[in-house]
Antibody
Framework: EVQLLESGGGLVQPGGSLRLSCVASGFTFSSYAMSWVRQAPGKGLEWVSGISGSGGATYYADSVKGRFTISRDNSKNTLYLQMNSLRVEDTAVYYC?????????????????WGQGTMVIVSS | QSVLTQPPSASGTPGQRVTISCSGSSSNIGTYNENWYQQLPGTAPKLLIYSDNQRPSGVPDRFSGSKSGTSASLAISGLQSEDEADYYCAAWDDTLKSPVFGGGTKLTVL
């Protein structure tokens, strides 16, 4: 079964850091670009960051550029999101999502598999 | 303010046909494939329609997508109570060089 399982969320003070992980199973992880998408409480979906299948290309929303770092370890089938200098407005459920295409390159908005999400709360 | 514009709400009675619109521009819907996601209460989003009008395996043919110019629509026929959910459109944006989502439409089955 194709599956994504996130972890690493929690409560952190403004200015703090968290590292999210997303373990993939049931597919050839390195063949697919991956993304992080977040959803603030009661709000819509917001793309946060994306990475190519090889990990050689990374992309960020302006709202997180310079603070968040996406990476992947294809030997461990794991996607990461290092979040630094966290702000109250970063409070959200963070989902990892798999690209539909097996091209490995990044450049679409078609996410066929989503994890269950991990909650990040930034509050003092 | 979302790059793609959706109505915040829609409603219908069981058996009816409802449509949800998504308006964009030449840098996103006008050039790239449109996708639709369904998010049931308390769950992760699910891919419902991709490449404007394709359904992933397991998605009932009651759901259909269409596109014209810089706008797209999701149609749901034979509305059922379990269709009550939030629906999001999404497309690649060539100006932002990123995926963009609509603000979401909450569908209520009366």
């Amino acid at each position: 079964e194709v599956q994504l399982l996130e972890s690493g969320g929690g409560l952190v003070q403004p200015g703090g850091s968290l590292r999210l992980s997303c373990v993939a199973s049931g597919f050839t992880f390195s063949s697919y670009a991956m993304s992080w998408v977040r959803q603030a409480p009661g709000k819509g979906l917001e793309w946060v960051s994306g990475i190519s299948g090889s990990g050689g290309a990374t992309y960020y929303a302006d709202s997180v550029k310079g603070r968040f770092t996406i990476s992947r370890d294809n030997s461990k089938n794991t996607l990461y999101l290092q979040m630094n200098s966290l702000r109250v407005e970063d409070t959200a459920v963070y989902y990892c999502a798999k690209d539909l295409s097996a091209s490995g390159s990044y450049g679409g908005a078609t996410f066929d598999i989503w994890g269950q999400g991990t909650m990040v709360i930034v509050s003092s | 303010q979302s790059v793609l514009t959706q109505p915040p709400s829609a409603s219908g009675t069981p058996g009816q046909r409802v449509t949800i619109s998504c308006s964009g521009s030449s840098s996103n819907i006008g050039t790239y494939n449109e996708n639709w996601y369904q998010q049931l209460p308390g769950t992760a989003p699910k891919l419902l329609i991709y490449s404007d009008n394709q359904r992933p395996s397991g998605v009932p043919d009651r759901f259909s997508g269409s596109k014209s110019g810089t706008s797209a629509s999701l149609a749901i026929s034979g509305l059922q109570s379990e269709d009550e959910a939030d629906y999001y459109c999404a497309a690649w944006d060539d100006t932002l060089k990123s995926p963009v989502f609509g603000g979401g439409t909450k569908l209520t089955v009366l």
